[in-house]
Protein backbone atom coordinates (compact mmCIF):
# COMPACT_ATOMS: atom_id res chain seq x y z
CA UNK A 1 0.00 0.00 0.00
CA UNK A 2 2.84 1.98 0.96
CA UNK A 3 4.47 1.57 -2.60
CA UNK A 4 1.33 2.38 -4.20
CA UNK A 5 1.04 5.68 -2.56
CA UNK A 6 4.26 6.58 -3.58
CA UNK A 7 4.07 5.41 -7.14
CA UNK A 8 0.52 7.50 -7.12
CA UNK A 9 2.53 10.79 -5.65
CA UNK A 10 5.08 10.22 -7.95
CA UNK A 11 2.69 10.51 -10.79
CA UNK A 12 0.98 13.46 -9.72
CA UNK A 13 4.63 15.21 -8.98
CA UNK A 14 5.57 14.66 -12.81
CA UNK A 15 1.82 15.46 -14.61
CA UNK A 16 2.10 18.81 -12.60
CA UNK A 17 5.80 19.14 -13.45
CA UNK A 18 4.79 18.27 -17.30
CA UNK A 19 1.81 21.15 -17.28
CA UNK A 20 4.58 23.32 -15.59
CA UNK A 21 6.22 23.37 -18.06
CA UNK A 22 4.09 22.68 -21.25
CA UNK A 23 4.51 25.34 -23.61
CA UNK A 24 1.63 27.99 -23.66
CA UNK A 25 0.33 29.26 -27.48
CA UNK A 26 0.37 32.87 -28.25
CA UNK A 27 0.34 35.56 -30.59
CA UNK A 28 1.99 38.39 -31.54
CA UNK A 29 2.20 41.14 -33.88
CA UNK A 30 5.82 43.17 -35.10
CA UNK A 31 6.79 45.42 -37.85
CA UNK A 32 8.08 44.34 -41.33
CA UNK A 33 11.63 42.75 -41.23
CA UNK A 34 14.88 44.46 -41.10
CA UNK A 35 14.99 46.63 -38.06
CA UNK A 36 15.04 46.09 -33.98
CA UNK A 37 11.73 45.79 -33.17
CA UNK A 38 10.90 42.71 -35.77
CA UNK A 39 14.24 40.99 -34.87
CA UNK A 40 13.50 41.22 -30.70
CA UNK A 41 9.93 39.14 -31.52
CA UNK A 42 11.26 37.24 -33.53
CA UNK A 43 14.25 36.38 -31.65
CA UNK A 44 11.67 35.36 -28.66
CA UNK A 45 9.56 33.50 -31.01
CA UNK A 46 12.65 31.23 -31.56
CA UNK A 47 14.25 30.71 -28.14
CA UNK A 48 10.79 30.67 -26.42
CA UNK A 49 10.52 27.79 -28.49
CA UNK A 50 13.48 26.41 -27.84
CA UNK A 51 13.51 26.53 -24.08
CA UNK A 52 9.67 25.27 -24.21
CA UNK A 53 8.16 28.42 -23.02
CA UNK A 54 5.88 29.32 -25.95
CA UNK A 55 4.88 28.32 -29.33
CA UNK A 56 4.38 32.25 -30.72
CA UNK A 57 2.51 32.48 -33.39
CA UNK A 58 4.00 35.72 -35.24
CA UNK A 59 2.71 38.03 -37.58
CA UNK A 60 4.67 40.81 -38.89
CA UNK A 61 4.32 43.69 -41.30
CA UNK A 62 2.07 45.11 -38.94
CA UNK A 63 0.38 48.36 -38.46
CA UNK A 64 1.54 48.68 -35.01
CA UNK A 65 -1.16 51.17 -33.65
CA UNK A 66 -3.47 48.53 -34.48
CA UNK A 67 -1.43 46.41 -33.35
CA UNK A 68 -1.15 47.82 -29.22
CA UNK A 69 -5.12 48.45 -29.28
CA UNK A 70 -5.08 44.42 -30.36
CA UNK A 71 -2.71 43.77 -27.22
CA UNK A 72 -4.42 46.21 -24.91
CA UNK A 73 -8.43 44.42 -26.01
CA UNK A 74 -6.85 41.07 -25.39
CA UNK A 75 -6.83 40.12 -29.33
CA UNK A 76 -3.33 39.38 -29.38
CA UNK A 77 -0.94 38.74 -26.68
CA UNK A 78 2.61 40.16 -27.79
CA UNK A 79 3.41 43.36 -30.19
CA UNK A 80 5.88 45.25 -30.97
CA UNK A 81 5.48 48.84 -30.32
CA UNK A 82 7.16 52.10 -29.98
CA UNK A 83 5.95 54.07 -26.78
CA UNK A 84 4.77 56.85 -27.98
CA UNK A 85 1.65 54.63 -29.14
CA UNK A 86 0.58 53.74 -25.49
CA UNK A 87 0.98 57.36 -24.38
CA UNK A 88 -1.20 57.99 -27.58
CA UNK A 89 -3.76 55.75 -26.55
CA UNK A 90 -3.79 56.59 -23.02
CA UNK A 91 -4.93 60.03 -23.90
CA UNK A 92 -7.32 58.88 -26.39
CA UNK A 93 -5.45 61.44 -29.42
CA UNK A 94 -3.74 60.94 -32.91
CA UNK A 95 -4.72 57.62 -34.14
CA UNK A 96 -7.02 57.06 -31.02
CA UNK A 97 -8.73 60.05 -31.07
CA UNK A 98 -11.85 58.13 -32.20
CA UNK A 99 -12.44 55.92 -28.85
CA UNK A 100 -11.87 58.85 -26.76
CA UNK A 101 -9.93 59.77 -23.54
CA UNK A 102 -11.60 57.67 -21.44
CA UNK A 103 -12.12 54.26 -23.05
CA UNK A 104 -8.24 55.22 -24.23
CA UNK A 105 -7.08 55.45 -21.31
CA UNK A 106 -8.73 52.34 -20.06
CA UNK A 107 -7.20 50.05 -22.93
CA UNK A 108 -4.21 51.41 -21.58
CA UNK A 109 -4.10 50.47 -18.15
CA UNK A 110 -3.87 46.86 -19.66
CA UNK A 111 -0.55 46.91 -21.42
CA UNK A 112 2.67 46.09 -19.48
CA UNK A 113 5.98 46.16 -20.93
CA UNK A 114 8.50 42.74 -21.43
CA UNK A 115 11.71 44.99 -22.13
CA UNK A 116 12.91 48.08 -24.54
CA UNK A 117 14.02 48.08 -27.72
CA UNK A 118 16.13 51.29 -29.47
CA UNK A 119 14.23 51.48 -33.22
CA UNK A 120 16.17 54.69 -34.58
CA UNK A 121 18.01 57.33 -34.27
CA UNK A 122 17.22 60.37 -35.77
CA UNK A 123 19.98 62.35 -37.77
CA UNK A 124 20.26 64.27 -41.00
CA UNK A 125 22.25 63.21 -44.14
CA UNK A 126 22.36 63.67 -47.36
CA UNK A 127 24.07 62.52 -51.07
CA UNK A 128 27.41 64.55 -50.88
CA UNK A 129 26.94 65.47 -54.42
CA UNK A 130 23.62 67.72 -52.95
CA UNK A 131 26.21 70.36 -51.11
CA UNK A 132 24.17 70.35 -47.90
CA UNK A 133 26.67 71.70 -45.11
CA UNK A 134 25.03 69.99 -42.20
CA UNK A 135 22.27 71.21 -40.08
CA UNK A 136 22.99 74.99 -40.73
CA UNK A 137 22.44 74.51 -44.14
CA UNK A 138 18.68 73.30 -44.75
CA UNK A 139 17.46 76.78 -45.34
CA UNK A 140 15.27 76.35 -48.69
CA UNK A 141 16.30 72.58 -48.86
CA UNK A 142 13.65 69.92 -49.74
CA UNK A 143 13.88 67.01 -47.04
CA UNK A 144 12.51 63.73 -46.94
CA UNK A 145 11.45 63.37 -43.28
CA UNK A 146 9.16 60.31 -42.76
CA UNK A 147 5.95 58.69 -43.96
CA UNK A 148 2.58 61.20 -44.35
CA UNK A 149 1.54 60.78 -40.77
CA UNK A 150 2.97 59.55 -37.11
CA UNK A 151 5.41 59.43 -34.87
CA UNK A 152 8.42 60.04 -37.22
CA UNK A 153 7.50 62.64 -39.00
CA UNK A 154 6.36 64.80 -36.09
CA UNK A 155 9.70 63.82 -34.66
CA UNK A 156 11.64 64.81 -37.51
CA UNK A 157 9.67 68.40 -38.02
CA UNK A 158 10.79 69.13 -34.03
CA UNK A 159 14.03 68.26 -34.50
CA UNK A 160 14.91 70.00 -37.99
CA UNK A 161 12.81 72.61 -36.03
CA UNK A 162 15.14 72.45 -32.83
CA UNK A 163 18.51 72.12 -34.51
CA UNK A 164 18.28 74.17 -37.22
CA UNK A 165 15.52 76.90 -36.47
CA UNK A 166 13.38 75.98 -39.48
CA UNK A 167 9.68 75.23 -39.97
CA UNK A 168 8.43 73.17 -43.05
CA UNK A 169 7.04 74.95 -45.64
CA UNK A 170 8.53 78.09 -44.13
CA UNK A 171 12.02 77.28 -44.35
CA UNK A 172 12.03 74.43 -46.05
CA UNK A 173 10.05 71.95 -48.09
CA UNK A 174 8.98 68.82 -46.53
CA UNK A 175 8.48 65.57 -48.90
CA UNK A 176 6.90 62.43 -47.07
CA UNK A 177 6.34 59.21 -48.29
CA UNK A 178 5.59 55.80 -46.63
CA UNK A 179 8.37 53.81 -45.82
CA UNK A 180 8.43 51.23 -48.25
CA UNK A 181 9.05 53.68 -50.51
CA UNK A 182 12.09 55.06 -48.10
CA UNK A 183 14.91 53.99 -50.40
CA UNK A 184 13.63 54.60 -53.13
CA UNK A 185 12.72 57.94 -52.57
CA UNK A 186 16.20 58.96 -50.90
CA UNK A 187 18.04 57.28 -53.75
CA UNK A 188 16.17 59.12 -56.20
CA UNK A 189 17.62 62.61 -55.76
CA UNK A 190 14.11 63.74 -55.18
CA UNK A 191 15.19 65.49 -51.89
CA UNK A 192 18.12 67.10 -51.22
CA UNK A 193 18.44 65.73 -47.67
CA UNK A 194 17.08 63.43 -45.46
CA UNK A 195 16.02 63.27 -41.49
CA UNK A 196 15.23 59.83 -40.57
CA UNK A 197 15.83 57.30 -37.53
CA UNK A 198 19.23 55.26 -38.07
CA UNK A 199 20.73 51.73 -36.50
CA UNK A 200 24.26 51.58 -36.79
CA UNK A 201 24.62 50.31 -39.61
CA UNK A 202 21.44 51.42 -41.11
CA UNK A 203 20.03 48.97 -43.96
CA UNK A 204 18.59 51.89 -45.90
CA UNK A 205 22.14 53.37 -45.79
CA UNK A 206 23.13 50.32 -47.08
CA UNK A 207 21.48 50.39 -49.74
CA UNK A 208 21.48 54.01 -50.59
CA UNK A 209 25.04 54.93 -50.63
CA UNK A 210 25.34 52.55 -53.89
CA UNK A 211 24.44 55.66 -55.42
CA UNK A 212 26.93 58.30 -53.99
CA UNK A 213 29.03 59.12 -50.80
CA UNK A 214 26.78 60.48 -48.17
CA UNK A 215 27.84 62.31 -45.20
CA UNK A 216 25.36 61.96 -41.50
CA UNK A 217 25.46 64.54 -39.43
CA UNK A 218 25.17 64.47 -35.19
CA UNK A 219 23.09 67.11 -33.76
CA UNK A 220 25.45 70.54 -33.04
CA UNK A 221 26.66 70.04 -29.49
CA UNK A 222 25.03 73.63 -28.39
CA UNK A 223 21.59 72.43 -29.78
CA UNK A 224 21.82 69.72 -28.10
CA UNK A 225 22.45 70.98 -24.39
CA UNK A 226 20.00 73.52 -25.25
CA UNK A 227 17.13 72.97 -22.85
CA UNK A 228 14.42 73.23 -25.60
CA UNK A 229 16.46 70.22 -26.62
CA UNK A 230 16.90 68.39 -23.76
CA UNK A 231 13.32 68.89 -22.90
CA UNK A 232 12.17 67.40 -25.87
CA UNK A 233 14.40 64.57 -25.21
CA UNK A 234 12.05 63.49 -22.78
CA UNK A 235 8.91 63.04 -24.83
CA UNK A 236 7.10 60.16 -24.11
CA UNK A 237 9.00 57.41 -26.70
CA UNK A 238 11.93 59.46 -26.90
CA UNK A 239 15.71 59.05 -25.11
CA UNK A 240 19.28 60.99 -25.41
CA UNK A 241 21.19 58.74 -27.66
CA UNK A 242 24.97 58.87 -27.92
CA UNK A 243 27.81 57.05 -29.56
CA UNK A 244 31.76 57.60 -30.02
CA UNK A 245 32.06 58.37 -33.73
CA UNK A 246 34.53 55.79 -34.03
CA UNK A 247 32.46 53.27 -33.00
CA UNK A 248 29.02 54.50 -35.04
CA UNK A 249 29.35 51.91 -37.84
CA UNK A 250 28.16 52.61 -41.38
CA UNK A 251 28.72 51.19 -44.69
CA UNK A 252 31.80 52.29 -46.60
CA UNK A 253 31.16 55.49 -48.25
CA UNK A 254 29.16 57.09 -45.21
CA UNK A 255 30.84 59.36 -43.21
CA UNK A 256 29.77 60.51 -40.02
CA UNK A 257 30.04 63.98 -38.31
CA UNK A 258 30.72 65.96 -35.16
CA UNK A 259 32.04 68.87 -34.46
CA UNK A 260 33.93 66.73 -31.23
CA UNK A 261 34.00 63.08 -31.74
CA UNK A 262 30.85 62.36 -30.30
CA UNK A 263 27.71 61.45 -32.27
CA UNK A 264 24.06 63.10 -30.62
CA UNK A 265 20.50 62.15 -31.86
CA UNK A 266 17.10 61.83 -30.54
CA UNK A 267 16.35 57.90 -29.91
CA UNK A 268 12.84 56.23 -30.73
CA UNK A 269 12.11 53.90 -27.69
CA UNK A 270 10.10 51.48 -27.95
CA UNK A 271 9.44 47.65 -26.60
CA UNK A 272 8.01 43.94 -26.58
CA UNK A 273 4.61 44.40 -24.80
CA UNK A 274 1.93 42.00 -23.34
CA UNK A 275 -1.17 42.45 -21.57
CA UNK A 276 -1.07 43.08 -17.56
CA UNK A 277 -3.49 40.06 -17.51
CA UNK A 278 -0.57 37.95 -18.46
CA UNK A 279 0.41 35.43 -15.92
CA UNK A 280 3.13 36.09 -13.61
CA UNK A 281 5.35 33.26 -14.30
CA UNK A 282 4.76 33.29 -18.22
CA UNK A 283 5.74 37.07 -18.23
CA UNK A 284 8.85 36.26 -16.11
CA UNK A 285 9.88 33.37 -18.55
CA UNK A 286 9.63 34.97 -21.37
CA UNK A 287 11.87 38.13 -20.06
CA UNK A 288 14.45 35.60 -19.14
CA UNK A 289 14.79 34.00 -21.95
CA UNK A 290 15.52 37.62 -23.83
CA UNK A 291 17.71 38.34 -20.71
CA UNK A 292 19.55 34.71 -21.08
CA UNK A 293 19.98 35.18 -24.62
CA UNK A 294 20.78 38.99 -25.46
CA UNK A 295 24.18 37.97 -26.54
CA UNK A 296 22.83 36.37 -29.06
CA UNK A 297 20.35 38.69 -29.96
CA UNK A 298 23.38 41.21 -30.62
CA UNK A 299 24.89 38.79 -32.98
CA UNK A 300 21.90 38.18 -34.93
CA UNK A 301 22.41 41.70 -37.02
CA UNK A 302 25.12 44.33 -37.57
CA UNK A 303 22.64 47.02 -36.11
CA UNK A 304 21.50 44.59 -32.88
CA UNK A 305 24.74 45.83 -31.00
CA UNK A 306 23.32 49.68 -30.58
CA UNK A 307 19.50 48.59 -30.74
CA UNK A 308 19.85 49.09 -27.11
CA UNK A 309 18.93 45.39 -25.87
CA UNK A 310 19.59 44.82 -22.06
CA UNK A 311 19.44 48.63 -21.16
CA UNK A 312 16.92 49.39 -18.61
CA UNK A 313 17.80 52.35 -17.25
CA UNK A 314 14.67 54.74 -16.99
CA UNK A 315 16.03 57.55 -19.15
CA UNK A 316 18.27 55.82 -22.01
CA UNK A 317 14.70 53.06 -22.24
CA UNK A 318 12.04 56.04 -22.52
CA UNK A 319 10.40 54.42 -18.78
CA UNK A 320 8.95 56.82 -16.40
CA UNK A 321 8.59 60.52 -16.70
CA UNK A 322 5.53 61.06 -19.28
CA UNK A 323 5.48 57.84 -20.59
CA UNK A 324 2.34 55.69 -18.62
CA UNK A 325 3.54 52.68 -19.38
CA UNK A 326 4.79 50.23 -16.67
CA UNK A 327 7.07 46.69 -17.11
CA UNK A 328 4.93 43.65 -16.30
CA UNK A 329 5.51 42.47 -12.55
CA UNK A 330 6.89 39.09 -14.28
CA UNK A 331 9.31 40.78 -16.34
CA UNK A 332 10.68 43.42 -13.36
CA UNK A 333 11.28 39.85 -11.50
CA UNK A 334 13.10 38.61 -14.14
CA UNK A 335 15.24 41.95 -14.63
CA UNK A 336 16.34 41.93 -11.23
CA UNK A 337 16.86 38.36 -10.23
CA UNK A 338 19.64 38.67 -13.79
CA UNK A 339 21.50 41.45 -11.45
CA UNK A 340 19.34 44.40 -13.29
CA UNK A 341 17.90 47.81 -11.74
CA UNK A 342 14.44 48.37 -12.60
CA UNK A 343 13.38 52.21 -11.13
CA UNK A 344 10.16 52.22 -9.16
CA UNK A 345 8.76 54.54 -11.53
CA UNK A 346 8.96 52.05 -14.33
CA UNK A 347 7.44 49.04 -12.09
CA UNK A 348 3.37 48.63 -11.67
CA UNK A 349 0.90 49.57 -8.96
CA UNK A 350 -0.45 46.35 -9.23
Known amino acids: MRIFKSLVAASVAVMMSTTA ?4 NLTAETASPGGSIHLSLAHLTEVAAQKGIANIQLADGQTLTNS ?4 AEGKTDIAGTPYILPFLLAKGVGPYAKLGKEKGAELASNLRALYPV ?3 IFALYAYDSKGVSGWDGLEGKTIYNGPPRGAAVTNARAIIQLAAGLKEGDGYKGVQVNWGQATKT ?3 GSADAVV ?6 DSRLTQAVSAGNITLWSVPKAKWDS ?8 APGSAPFTIDVKNATMPAGVTVKSEDGTFRGLAT ?4 IVSKNMSFDLAKALTKAHIDTLEQLKSKAPFAAQAGYGIVDSVKSGMCGPNPLKYHAGAVAAWEEAGFKIDDCAKPKS
Request: cysteine-free; glycine content about 10%; overall charge negative.
Open 68 to 71: VQNV
Open 21 to 24: FSAE
Open 227 to 234: EPFQKYLR
Open 186 to 188: IMD
Open 269 to 272: IGGD
Open 196 to 201: LPVLFP
Open 118 to 120: TLG
